[in-house]
């Protein structure tokens, strides 16, 4: 079992930068692969960025891709999204995902934990 505990998110202008982590339990986490995933209201659940297992590839949705950086530290079992030049489009519940094995993917239902997302809200 792992439990994943977002934070980092919070209200910025247009232009700024955020950086959200996600800790998470268990001893496994170094074998999972790890997502970050949006929910904006009235929209569904969409992918964000994806990290292998040992961090070397990457995976971004298109509407963030050159903004936005994911990246792990396994020995403090933590995932980062390093978030810059922010939009009002932006504007969502961010959740971390683990998947139980190491390569990345990009829909929420290859994902088996789930935090329980913090809010990222961008002003105009």
């Known amino acids: 079992q792992v439990q994943l505990v977002e934070s980092g998110g919070g209200l910025v202008q247009a232009g700024g930068s955020l950086r959200l982590s996600c800790a998470a339990s268990?001893?496994?986490?170094?074998?999972?692969?790890m997502g970050w995933f949006r929910q904006a209201p009235g929209k569904e659940r969409g992918f964000v960025a994806t990290i292998s297992w040992s961090g070397v590839i990457t995976s971004y949705a298109d509407s963030v891709k050159g903004r936005f950086t994911i990246s792990r530290d396994n020995a403090k079992n933590t995932v980062s999204l390093q978030m810059n030049s922010l939009k009002p489009e932006d504007t969502a519940v961010y959740y971390c995902a683990a998947r139980r094995v190491s390569t990345t993917a990009t829909m929420v239902s290859g994902y088996d934990y789930w935090g329980q997302g913090t809010q990222v809200t961008v002003s105009s």
């Open positions: 268990g001893r496994t986490f170094s074998n999972y692969a």
